[in-house]
């Protein structure tokens, strides 16, 4: 698909692009792309979200409440 044919377009209904920031290093994920990369990986009981090399370094598990994380997707 052409990225570059979406990004700096106003098209309607196209609003919902949906990011989140990394809780450890507060890097920008974009939930959109993760669907297709599995680069995001959220915490199902505090909702935090990790970027992929957090979350490795908190071998997958959340540093804040321990509860193993999920890939977004
Ligand atoms: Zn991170
Ligand atoms: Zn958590």
Same mark, same amino acid.
Not at 5 to 13: D, I
Not at 16 to 37: H, M, P, Q
């Given at each position: 698909?052409?990225?570059?044919?979406?990004?700096?377009?106003?098209?309607?209904?196209?609003?919902?692009?949906?990011?989140?920031?990394?809780?450890?290093?507060?890097?920008?994920?974009? +939930?959109?792309? =993760?669907?297709?990369?599995?680069?995001? @990986?959220? #915490? /199902?009981?505090? $909702?935090?979200? +990790?970027?992929? =090399?957090?979350?490795?370094?908190?071998? @997958?598990? #959340? /540093?804040?409440? $321990?509860?193993? +994380?999920?890939?977004?997707?």
């Amino acid at each position: 698909m052409t990225i570059g044919l979406l990004k700096g377009v106003n098209a309607p209904g196209h609003k919902g692009w949906s990011t989140a920031r990394c809780s450890i290093c507060n890097k920008k994920l974009d +939930l959109f792309n =993760a669907v297709e990369y599995h680069d995001v @990986y959220v #915490c /199902p009981k505090c $909702g935090k979200f +990790l970027c992929a =090399a957090d979350a490795r370094r908190v071998k @997958y598990r #959340c /540093p804040y409440d $321990g509860v193993e +994380l999920q890939p977004y997707y």
